[in-house]
T-cell receptor, first 108, second 113 residues
Framework: GQQVMQIPQYQHVQEGEDFTTYCNSS?????IQWYKQRPGGHPVFLIQ?????EVKKQKRLTFQFGEAKKNSSLHITATQTTDVGTYFC????????FGTGTSLTVIP | KAGVTQTPRYLIKTRGQQVTLSCSPI?????VSWYQQTPGQGLQFLFE???????NKGNFPGRFSGRQFSNSRSEMNVSTLELGDSALYLC????????????FGNGTRLTVT
């Protein structure tokens, strides 16, 4: 069946460093969404990417969708303590296929 | 607009019992989906309902079932509970259930002893 893998599983960074999480699908995706889950909270929608090669920015966050629509990445520039949480990608097929998530810890 | 409401927030059950979880979607949202979240496993898709019909089902045993009512509220039932069913169960609603972003509730934390 369709699988969405996400790496790394955990990432610890010093505040101010950059952070990137990668998402890879075994099949071509119609689109991909990214969610953030704060500790003790629930996933919250961040963004949706639809077009091949699409790049979208939200302040310090940059999202990319691969040319083949099988991979995606989320890059955070100059992390802050408010960025702490788990970031999930979700590939959209006939259902949502969530990656295993990347847990980000930011050390002040 | 009120968000997705899940009840109860916490539940403790013993093996062999059954449990029913409830989810009220955002007003106007017709799609409700359920996910199981455990450490290291991420979000595992259980099923999705749209207009009272189950549209998709994940790879969970038949002990896991659900339904949706005419007002879009949804319930999930787990029978013959096992220790491995301990998890956070998240409900998410979306406007149409196609590629619409998911709006999650705070979840029900189920502990099976």
């Amino acid at each position: 069946g369709q699988q969405v893998m996400q790496i790394p599983q955990y990432q610890h960074v010093q505040e101010g460093e950059d952070f990137t999480t990668y998402c890879n699908s075994s099949t071509t995706l119609s689109n991909i969404q990214w969610y953030k889950q704060r500790p003790g909270g629930h996933p919250v929608f961040l963004i949706q990417l639809v077009k091949s090669g699409e790049v979208k920015k939200q302040k310090r966050l940059t999202f990319q969708f691969g040319e083949a629509k099988k991979n995606s990445s989320l890059h955070i520039t100059a992390t802050q303590t408010t960025d702490v949480g788990t970031y999930f990608c979700a590939g959209i097929g006939n259902q949502f296929y969530f990656g295993t998530g990347t847990s980000l810890t930011v050390i002040p | 607009k009120a968000g997705v409401t899940q009840t109860p927030r916490y539940l403790i059950k013993t093996r062999g019992q059954q449990v029913t979880l409830s989810c009220s979607p955002i007003s106007g949202h017709r799609s409700v989906s359920w996910y199981q979240q455990t450490p290291g496993q991420g979000l595992q898709f259980l099923f999705e309902y749209f207009s009272e019909t189950q549209r998709n089902k994940g790879n969970f045993p038949g002990r896991f079932s659900g339904r949706q009512f005419s007002n879009s509220r949804s319930e999930m039932n787990v029978s013959t509970l096992e220790l491995g069913d301990s998890a956070l169960y998240l409900c998410a609603s979306s406007l149409k259930g196609d590629n619409s972003p998911l709006h999650f509730g705070n979840g029900t934390r189920l502990t099976v002893t």
